[in-house]
């Protein structure tokens, strides 16, 4: 049987000082909370990434996602402690890549990924890639991360880049349901049936390039349209006096998911925080909603990437 924890919830909740209106937290389906806007720092250069940090965190972000692929971790880590914050207000956000799958060496890029952050537990722990080449070492790898649940090392774990089949393969092998997969998720692509399938097991969506058109993957989607520039979402952002991104970013809120947008530019990272003083309309939700042309920008989860999966994660 399949444990959800104390709390079997999946809802999105503002903040108790509503008068503050600057921060939406999400509980988890094992009763965790997590704030459901979130840095993303996926090519931030590590020069640039520890001044990002700090500056989403005295912006008012409580939510940092990394991932020892991004080999950043460290840097993320020095702009926590910049931040002066204390720990327990933080909610740190980070993942195992393919090359550290299988059940001791999952256990092992938590030390890893610990040891260059720079703190005792992580918030949140998830499963980069289904791998669906080796995946009886993401079953494995998954295994770990319940073994790091259950003794407290972290708080909730999950996946990322999780088609529907992925995920019942998971399900029907291990007994944790993952608290969030991470999905590409924009209003481009919406990915409705990996949605539903979260959403019928409690499991929070949580949206990469959750503005679209901004992150550039090599050899994919080169043709794409960029997100940023639809009239519509223009017109949309116009009516309430928002940027393009800013009301994709409510747009996120309003549906029940997280997204984790990336920036470097303190300017834009304000900008992307501040999403929480206006509200979208029906119509508005439904004008987003229709533009999804069901084509991703990132890399095929079902597609093998031997040289990328074979990838080392240094030690800490």
Known sequence: ???????TRCSLEPNQDLQRKDRMDITLNNGVTMPAIGLGVFQSAPEETTAAVEAALNTGYRHIDTAAAYANEREVG???RNSGLNRSDLFIETKVWVSDYGY?????AWDKAV???GVE????FI???PAPDRFEKTIDAYKALEALLADGRVRAIGVSNFMPNHLKQLLDATTVIPAVNQVELHPYFTQPEVQAANAEHGIITQAWSP???????PGWGEDRRNVMEDPA??????VHGKTPAQVMLRWHLQQGRSAIPKSTNPNRIGENFDVFDFELSEADTAVINALDTGVRSGPDPDEAREERFAMVIPEA
């Open 1 to 7: 049987m399949h444990s959800l924890g104390v709390d």
């Open 78 to 80: 020095q702009g926590i």
């Open 104 to 108: 001791d060496q999952a256990l092992h």
């Open 115 to 117: 040891g260059k952050l």
């Open 121 to 124: 537990h992580l918030d949140l």
């Open 127 to 129: 499963l980069h890639q």
């Open 211 to 217: 503005i679209g058109g901004i992150t550039f993957y």
């Open 233 to 238: 979402i223009a017109a949309i952002g116009q």
